[in-house]
């Protein structure tokens, strides 16, 4: 299916240059959280760390075969054994290493937290600033395959005028951001937080991007915007029909159909991370092997099946999860802000959305146009699942490009 541009706003809304404060009247309802400066912060495992995990991996005791031949009692032991014997011999977690620490990685405490992210300038002048925020089981890593497209597009098929400078942050609790030793961090406080990092870096105004819980936070800041919010661009759909339609449309009953499956056959490990965060952590934090099953088993049911993401970029991922011991951290997001919670109430600022076919969910634009007021860009792709910019980079870039041609000024 072609993507379907909906409307285009008049006018382009204006960037300062960088590092000039533009002075607004206008009212600001979330405030920023107080901060440091950020500072440089590259990745550096040690040795010890890693053998220890390759002997958890020598050592790990396996569960009997399911009893049955499809998915249906969970991911087959014989696909998890394949992945953890790349694990054990020939992965190489080094690379992966050198690949964040060539991303320009830093941190920056707010509210008290150490928050590490990405921040990847542009080389040209005119690029805007873009937030980009992943969700679980993802990292910052599932936008790697997006960062030389979006920085530098005239080496990518675009343009200098399509060209972003790229913040991207790992979740409280995610990645080698530290994890909360206190309730509280949802996703009203990673919002404000997220435009306290922005301000910290001195982005006037910015674009910001979401899929999973990513867009949760994403439309929270556009709930309650600052004025530097220009648009937001959302990769999963986490809107509903203002009411269930009485006669679906055929576009519309495909979209209640995967939601009513998702929410009675693949949303168990949801509840069991909103109910009970940190009794399933001690399995997955003291097993390597019971990290990657719980992990492995969402890429693989979430993702199209023509992805084939390669088995060490999922590794990668869940090392993110493993090496910073982030199992209970990770899913206390769940706890912290049930899925009812957040929905997006009025959303005023510009707008767009991007389904994917094999998403958990899916949506309509009569949908987006009714949650919406101002919606600048509804498409419907012909590939790619909830890890959107991992799997259809292509794809990902050319939306972001599209979505925001009318708001760069």
Not at 65 to 77: F, H, I, N, P, Y
Not at 128 to 144: A, I, M, Q, Y
Request: net charge neutral.
């Amino acid at each position: 299916m072609q993507a379907l541009l909906v409307t285009q706003l008049p006018g382009a809304v204006r960037f300062p240059p960088h590092g000039r404060r533009a002075n607004r009247k206008a009212p600001i309802s979330m405030p920023l959280l107080p901060r440091s400066s950020p500072r440089p912060a590259p990745i550096a495992i040690p040795a010890s760390a890693l053998d220890g995990l390759r002997q958890r991996l020598a050592e790990a005791r396996w569960p009997d075969r399911e009893t049955v031949k499809d998915e249906s009692q969970g991911v087959r032991l014989a696909d998890v054994r394949d992945l953890i014997a790349r694990w054990r011999d020939g992965y190489d977690w080094h690379a992966c290493e050198r690949r964040i620490n060539g991303w320009n990685p830093q941190s920056i405490d707010i509210d008290g937290l150490g928050i590490h992210f990405l921040h990847v300038r542009s080389p040209h002048a005119d690029a805007r600033p873009l937030l980009l925020t992943h969700g679980w089981p993802s990292s910052v890593l599932e936008f790697r395959h997006v960062i030389d497209p979006l920085t530098r597009p005239l080496d990518h098929g675009g343009s200098a005028g399509q060209a972003f400078h790229l913040v991207i942050p790992a979740l409280p609790g995610f990645g080698f951001s530290a994890s909360p030793a206190a309730a509280g961090w949802g996703v009203e406080r990673i919002a404000q937080a997220w435009y306290t990092l922005m301000d910290a870096l001195g982005y006037d105004r910015f674009f910001a991007q979401g899929g999973d819980w990513g867009a949760a936070v994403t439309a929270q800041m556009a709930r309650e915007p600052r004025p530097s919010l220009a648009g937001i661009h959302l990769s999963m759909p986490i809107f509903y029909p203002p009411e269930p339609p009485a006669q679906p449309t055929e576009e519309e009953q495909v979209a209640l159909d995967k939601r009513h499956y998702f929410r009675t056959q693949g949303y168990a490990y949801s509840q069991q991370q909103r109910e009970r965060p940190q009794t399933l952590a001690y399995g997955l934090a003291d097993s390597p092997v019971g990290q990657a099953a719980w992990i492995y088993e969402k890429i693989r049911d979430w993702s199209d099946p023509a992805s084939q993401l390669p088995f060490d970029e999922v590794i990668d991922m869940i090392m993110l999860y493993w090496l910073p011991n982030k199992a209970a951290s990770s899913a206390r997001i769940y706890w912290e802000s049930p899925m009812p919670s957040i929905r997006p109430g009025p959303i005023g600022v510009p707008v767009g959305v991007s389904v994917f076919p094999f998403d958990i969910i899916g949506s309509t634009r009569a949908w987006a146009e009714a949650r919406f007021d101002r919606l600048i860009h509804f498409a419907k792709l012909p590939r790619g699942g909830h890890f959107a910019a991992w799997e259809a980079p292509d794809l990902f870039t050319a939306e972001l490009r599209t979505c925001f041609s009318s708001l760069r000024g």
